[in-house]
């Protein structure tokens, strides 16, 4: 199965798009990328507009599309907020998970995501008791992702308790395994699929505790699994820390030995100098429009940058699902603090949208238009309202800083097309949202 | 001429919507508005999704709409940014930048913006000196707005010198009159039209100083004009203040009088604790995205309006034309340096997106769903992806929080429809940007 795409411009690494580039493909690989073709060749589909490597969104909660709306008029704090989200937590089984999960991860093929990082915690049934298949939860959220057409490594999460001295409460015994041993063969059973990986997460600190979390790691490491953990996304998760080990969750994450073996800390906003250092083997997973929505604050991207940590995107709570928007997030918000613009380039934040969180979700050899990649690619029209006047050369900063997931018109994931001319070639989405939402509420 | 409309749901000011509201017109006003309504009544056009009061663009530079994806990626501060300003600023003549404003404001129009404020200093030829007809450029921005079906009001800005100490550099030649006389000669001379009206502006402290600034505010309160001035947008412009007067910009416009007379303060994003309170018998108009690509900093918004002053939105350089998002970073901004959430709710930022707006502008008839009101109304679909799944209980903050300028479908200024199912009835808008922005940078 071959075919190829003439791209009127295409973004191959620089900081210009590359005008005329043909994509050959082979099965779900580019055979070769050549650019400066003039006129598409014979049989070749035209793809007018911007195109992209496909956008990766390194950290998602698929389930948290039902509560866009509902609830970030809330007053209070991010604490207050989960509240409202366990609540939903609380009543999904597995068809109303995968019903939600499946208009979720459409809607992502839509904004142009083709790979999805799926922080996957809702394990159990409601009263903690295991499915008879353990990982039906897990099959319901993999599946909906290979049937919206769209890559995904479920991060598996192992969650153990409600915080360093607190027990699970109600609704958190869905999300507990009895221990890491219960968790790690529960897991064994997760199978991959061409377009599905497993990867390991580690809830936070305060779910673990440090030999938990050790054990993880260790299981990661054996099954070659990438492993990502929240860190730091509250300033009261490093208190309770400190309190309880006398060190940051960062600090406790390099005593077990996460750096540097294929580890995302997500959010990293409540970092020390320390543990910015200690982050520069790793890779650090923003989310800054849920870190907005929750008032959790502004993380140091560039410091985090100079230190050698790579940075990817997540929606999070998919309140927004426009990877777009959280590039340009990162350096809009680090300008609002520190008075200085230019701190991430258009190329910085895009590699953050594409390469680097194919790197974190354990597909290093997708994100990138060159031979022997992943066919995964994303185009954006620019004829549109908002990226009308574009000049080519500035295609790149109008990706970035203008377009949104409205402009997307084409995406294409290992080979095969699963949004044309702005539509999802097999999911109704807006009906599958409305209806999977509804009944998620219900 | 009459017209009704029958709508799903509409705004009518509370924290919920209502359902079945039927809006009747006579002429340009509405003749009665009325809720609860089951069933269209007969004749009546039927809009789905949200309607919401017309949206008021409360400060805008249609001209630097042409920077869009240019400027983004720099590196530096306000001030290097505004160098690239100027070389555009350089170039436009009378019929390009009527081309330009003309359609900018359609892309505004499909936005759902129905007012908009033009903050409009660019008066004469490139070497200084008047147009034969001294408001050439005046004239064209202004029947752009009306050929672009929005109304306007043009806040002629009066601009007088580079700075405290300095002489006006050779662009900003283009933006001087002679004196505050020259100036109010000048602007006698512009003429309202039904949809267009006539304001004041002080560019900012710095470009006029004391008597000026005086002389101005007397010339706009005879007139019965609005009066906007910049103020605090940047520390550095409160230190030449500070070093001239002894003053604060907000305390030397105070002790012209200029608060509690129409007096729109833009941005007032580094203000003290006493420029708060002096600020509580005035608008203040927030432009959030610019003030993040431009690295201003966040403005105390809700500390503003807790001494009393209303908020008005606009979106300044027209990098983003969507005031549903200038209306939520309101909120989300905030958030980031508070770490509470609600700040704001949803009502309070559809006020300033609204009749706030029409206020600041002069046009305090509009921007409510109300007998007697100008009939200007907007129309959000809650059926495209971003919305879809909303309860119409929570459409108040899904219009605030998730809704894009994507989303508008039907847009009404006083009783003439301007775009009708996501398309603006007279202008192909992207056409026309693609166009005048190649003009403008030939």
């Known amino acids: 199965m071959s075919a190829t795409y003439w791209c009127e411009l295409a973004w191959l690494g620089g900081d210009e798009p590359e005008a005329g580039v043909v994509l050959t493909l082979e099965r779900d690989r580019f055979a070769s990328v050549e650019s400066g073709v003039a006129d598409p060749p014979a049989g070749a589909t035209t793809l007018p507009g911007l195109t992209l490597p496909g956008l990766a969104n390194a950290h998602s909660h698929a389930f948290h599309r039902a509560l866009r709306s509902r609830t970030h008029a809330g007053a209070g704090t991010f604490w207050t907020w989960r509240e409202q989200m366990y609540a939903l937590a609380g009543v999904l089984d597995p068809d109303r998970y995968h019903a939600l999960a499946r208009a979720t991860f459409a809607e992502m093929a839509l904004a142009g995501i083709t790979v999805v990082g799926e922080f996957h915690y809702l394990h159990h049934g409601p009263d903690g008791a295991p499915y008879a298949d353990a990982n039906a939860m897990g099959w319901a959220v993999l599946s909906a992702a290979v049937q919206a057409g769209i890559r ?58 440090k030999a938990s979390l050790e054990a993880v790691v260790d299981v990661a490491r054996e099954r070659a699994w990438v492993l990502h953990a929240h860190v730091s996304e509250q300033a009261a998760e490093n208190e309770a820390c400190l309190a309880a080990y006398g060190v940051t969750p960062t600090e406790l994450l390099a005593q077990v030995g996460a750096p540097g073996m294929g580890f995302t800390a997500v959010h990293a906003t409540h970092v020390t100098d320390r543990d910015v250092a200690l982050l520069g083997r790793s890779c650090c997973c923003l989310c800054p429009t849920t870190e907005r929505d929750l008032a959790d604050g502004i993380g ?112 294409v994931v290992g080979g095969r097309e699963v949004v044309r001319d702005g539509a999802h070639v097999d999911i109704d989405v807006a009906a599958e949202l409305d209806a999977a939402i509804r009944a998620a509420w219900a």
């Open 300 to 411: 140091p991207a560039r410091a985090l940058r100079d230190a050698g940590a790579t940075l990817a995107l997540g929606t999070d709570s998919n309140a927004v699902i426009d990877i777009l928007e959280e590039a340009r997030a990162v350096e809009l918000d680090e300008r609002l603090i520190s008075g200085e613009r230019g701190r991430h380039t258009p190329a910085d934040l895009l590699r953050a949208a594409t390469s680097a969180g194919y790197e974190s979700l354990g597909w290093p050899e997708g994100g990138r238009l060159e031979a022997g990649a992943l066919a995964d690619f994303t185009t954006l029209a620019l004829d549109g309202v908002r990226l009308a006047g574009t000049a080519p050369a500035d295609a790149i900063p109008a990706a970035m800083f203008a377009a949104t997931a409205g402009d997307v018109r084409d995406v």
């Open 152 to 209: 995904i490594t479920l991060l598996d999460t192992c969650y153990l308790r409600g915080g360093f001295e607190a027990p699970l409460d109600s609704v958190q015994r869905r999300f507990a395994d009895a221990d890491v041993t219960a968790w790690a063969r529960r897991t064994a059973a997760l199978e991959t699929r061409p377009t599905a990986r497993i990867g390991a997460a580690a809830h936070s600190v305060r779910a673990l505790g």
